[in-house]
């Protein structure tokens, strides 16, 4: 399995803009896609974006046009810019990867440890 490592998170106020980023331990094979999903308190894990080895992107509905997903195949690197944020998207934030290119996270073997996102009203 890949090893995770995200960063970037913490408190911002609505309307603010946050950057994850997500170290992988190892370089992730051709057909690795990354992934990012979030979990709010009381809430199950959401699918937030994923990102093809290619770069072809996928976008949950709620994000759409607010975040962006982004990958370095050279650093072994994916990021997740996130701007409009708003209450709503307060959550841990967890990156992962996957052997096919999926929103759902049953497919993801390699998960992160994840990162607090915070969004003060």
């Known amino acids: 399995q890949v090893q995770l490592v995200e960063s970037g998170g913490g408190l911002v106020q609505a309307g603010g803009s946050l950057r994850l980023s997500c170290a992988a331990s190892e370089r992730t094979s051709s057909s690795y896609a990354m992934g990012w999903f979030r979990q709010a308190p009381g809430k199950g894990r959401e699918f937030v974006a994923a990102?093809?080895?290619?770069?072809?992107?996928t976008y949950a509905d709620s994000v759409k046009g607010r975040f962006t997903i982004s990958r370095d195949n050279a650093k072994n690197t994916a990021s997740l810019q996130m701007d409009s944020l708003s209450p709503e998207d307060t959550a841990v934030y967890y990156c992962a990867a996957a052997a096919v290119m999926t929103s759902n996270a049953k497919f993801f073997g390699s998960w992160g440890q994840g990162t607090q996102v915070t969004v003060s009203s």
């Open positions: 990102i093809s080895w290619s770069g072809d992107r």
